[in-house]
């Protein structure tokens, strides 16, 4: 199975309080994160990461060890520093600006930034993306675009636990 998910900020004590993260210091938030990627996304399953993986200046690898999933993509947000991840992609299967994959026939494009245009998105391809943390929620499903914040803090607005990863099945039936 196809997972993704956005915006974990790990090692980030400051989030809690941006983002009114439920968590009273940042080991629990980082433990909170990683046992809800870990209790879905199996070792053999594709998780998709879209930007703000862990703080600048901390070590991804000490992170990315923590998550059971062997395929996992990164796609750079504005919190993740680019020469952090130069000596062997630091566990990730792969590091880039954006991606756009086809998965089960469906067009899915991924990016850190929310788009309002896309490639194919006049031909049904999905837009996932993180960063606003959940800011965009409303517009989302008031616009019949098919674009999801599939960021941690958007998770609960649609009575997922906080930082479950989407499947690609949940995504199916939430845009069809």
Known sequence: MIYFSSDQHFGHSNIIKYCERPFSNVHIMDQVIFDN??????????????????????????YRSRIVCQDV????????????????LQGFSSVQDVKEIIYCNQRIYLSHYPHRSWPASHKGSWML????????????KASNRLTLDVGVDNTTNYYKPFAQPWSFKELQKLFY
């Open 37 to 62: 990627i870990n209790e879905v996304v199996g070792a053999n399953d594709t998780l998709y990461i879209l930007g703000d993986f862990c703080f600048k200046g901390k070590k991804p690898i000490e």
């Open 73 to 88: 993509h990164l796609i750079f947000g504005n919190h993740d520093k680019r020469s952090d991840y130069k000596d062997d």
């Open 129 to 140: 993306y993180g960063h606003v943390h959940s800011r965009l929620n409303e517009e989302d």
